[in-house]
T-cell receptor, first 114, second 116 residues
């Protein structure tokens, strides 16, 4: 069990640029989640996948955000035309889908928009 | 609506003192409750969870929590705090659909400082 891995750990970019983050879940976990966390707040749910299917998206996930999990393993989260308000920690978690299994988190990707 | 409230934004305790962090939830069905800890710049680590059964659950690092349905609470406790426990603590309730893990709804967190 190597844990949930997220890359990069930090991303600094100029406003208007596109960014992409990657998440590698724990290998046997079929569910993968994305959350966003701003300073002093708890995480906010963005979206989750069961294998390659995206089952739910939050209203927080505007049309500039897109997430994929093409082969049911790793996932990417892309933000297009970044804005100042996108600055946050983006957290990925994974879990076994069936039953009452806890979510295991990666260390996150911190995005800073200049 | 489902929600989690952590009434204390910040708590300071002395090393060796006991600790209780409060968590109240609002959820229409049987709640599945979690406590996570987050150190600065890090992800979230699961401390303990409650699904059913014994309402007093034991977790890692000497933490425990008690589920009280009548009070809609799931408070986290530790009898003797160590300096390394200084971190942000989050309570969360799991939202489930058809028995499957769906998403977590989080409180705003309690920041714990430990005085030497």
């Amino acid at each position: 069990d190597t844990g949930v891995s997220q890359n990069p750990r930090h991303k600094i970019t100029k406003r208007g640029q596109n960014v992409t983050f990657r998440c590698d879940p724990i290998s046997e976990h079929n569910r993968l989640y994305w959350y966003r966390q701003t300073l002093g707040q708890g995480p906010e749910f963005l979206t989750y996948f069961q294998n390659e299917a995206q089952l739910e998206k939050s209203r927080l996930l505007s049309d500039r955000f897109s997430a994929e999990r093409p082969k049911g393993s790793f996932s990417t989260l892309e933000i297009q035309r970044t804005e100042q308000g996108d600055s946050a920690m983006y957290l990925c978690a994974s879990s076994l889908g069936q039953g009452k299994q806890p979510q295991h988190f990666g260390d996150g990707t911190r995005l800073s928009i200049l | 609506a489902q929600s989690v409230t952590q009434p204390d934004i910040h708590i300071t305790v002395s090393e060796g003192a006991s600790l209780e962090l409060r968590c109240n939830y609002s959820y229409g069905a049987t709640p599945y409750l979690f406590w996570y800890v987050q150190s600065p710049g890090q992800g979230l680590q699961l401390l303990l969870k409650y699904f059913s059964g014994d309402t007093l659950v034991q977790g890692i690092k000497g933490f425990e929590a008690e589920f009280k349905r009548s009070q809609s609470s799931f408070n986290l406790r530790k009898p003797s705090v160590h300096w390394s426990d200084a971190a942000e603590y989050f309570c969360a309730v799991g939202a489930w659909r058809a028995g499957n893990n769906r998403k977590l709804i989080w409180g705003l967190g309690t920041s714990l400082a430990v005085n030497p």
